[in-house]
């Protein structure tokens, strides 16, 4: 998916729900796209949320994913032994520290001379991840496996993590309907009572470092642990707080369901529930765990029992 770059800050734009304004989350800039932009934007996430049906034939999944990745495009680094690399990329995304390049398998950052502490910050930060038990051990899917890393020329880094085949960016779906919201939160829940058991507060946690896996409704935080680490310390400037990683999964929410953070989720129905809404705009519970349970509650008020739902699924099939 092309990207549209802040002319201000040379940051990576938002695009609000009707694809027809980009907005810069790093200085505010705003950007009205033109009218084949917006049609570029919407089919392409048509397209995202109607590509992956639930499909057991491994072979029709893959000859998809080879449509898909016939629009990828190429980058090369030079690294200081001369060698190349080349990367061959779905998507890229420029944050303030680094650009990030999603690969079939992996996920590439690369780093300017300024930034390349990140690297070290983002090692560090994953390292204090532990889990409860062997039985939990399996967690550790969900969050980052370092493959390796490169130094370039001119001071410049490149870290790169692995990924699966079937894992995009949460970002490139764009809004979707209660039902598949509901799922993402579950999984991000899930996420934040790891975090919570390490006492680690991820101040990125956001719509750009989610990968979702559509297949089996799983979702993995990857991205941006340069800005993670112990409650109650700081790193590049910010505090951290175990308790903004539950206000930030809600603003995820909300910006999936198409509403900006600062906004409130309105009702809409049988696709945005009264209790959706009302768990997105209240205040997080003390901890993660309560905040789960509590989240619990409201996902069975909203929609009943848990249902697996297929991403390419009509909301009037769902809701019948």
């Not at 090369?76 to 390049?101: N, Q």
């Not at 009264?274 to 205040?283: E, K, R, S, V, Y």
Request: net charge negative; hydrophobic share 35%.
């Amino acid at each position: 998916m092309k990207n549209i770059l802040c002319k201000n800050c040379g940051g990576s734009m938002i695009l609000d729900a009707s694809a027809t304004t980009a907005v810069c989350k790093y200085c505010g800039s705003t950007y009205v796209l033109n009218h084949e932009d917006t049609d570029y934007y919407k089919q392409f996430y048509q397209r995202m949320r109607s590509f992956f049906t639930l499909s057991k034939d491994e072979q029709a999944r893959r000859l998809k994913a080879d449509e898909l990745w016939e629009t990828a495009e190429d980058k090369k680094f030079e690294c200081l032994d001369g060698k190349d690399i080349e990367v061959r990329y779905l998507y890229s995304h420029k944050d303030p520290a680094a650009d990030s390049y999603t690969a079939r398998r992996n996920i590439i950052y690369h780093f300017e001379e300024k930034n390349a502490d990140c690297v070290e910050k983002f090692r560090k930060a994953i390292s204090m991840l532990d889990y409860p038990s062997a039985d939990t051990k399996s967690l550790s899917d969900f969050f980052p496996h370092i493959n390796g890393g490169f130094e370039l020329e001119g001071g410049e880094r490149l870290l790169v993590i692995t990924k699966g085949e079937d894992e995009y960016p949460l970002r490139l779906f764009g809004t979707l309907s209660g039902r598949h919201v509901a799922w993402i939160i579950s999984r991000l829940e899930n996420l934040c009572c790891v975090l919570e058991y390490n006492g680690l507060a991820h101040a990125d946690l956001n719509i750009d470092s989610i990968y979702i896996n559509p297949y089996d409704h799983t979702a993995f935080l990857y991205g941006n642990w340069w800005n993670a680490g112990k409650h109650n310390t700081h790193t590049r400037g910010i505090f951290l707080d175990v308790a903004d990683n539950l206000v930030n999964l809600r603003k995820i929410a909300k910006e999936l369901l198409g509403f900006k953070a600062d906004e409130k989720v309105i009702p809409d129905g049988d696709n945005i529930p009264q209790a959706l809404a009302d768990f997105i705009n209240g205040n997080p519970k003390v901890n993660a765990y309560e905040d789960f349970a509590y989240w619990d509650e409201m996902l069975i008020k909203a929609f009943g029992e848990r249902k697996f739902i297929n991403m390419d699924t009509e909301d009037g099939e769902i809701y019948k």
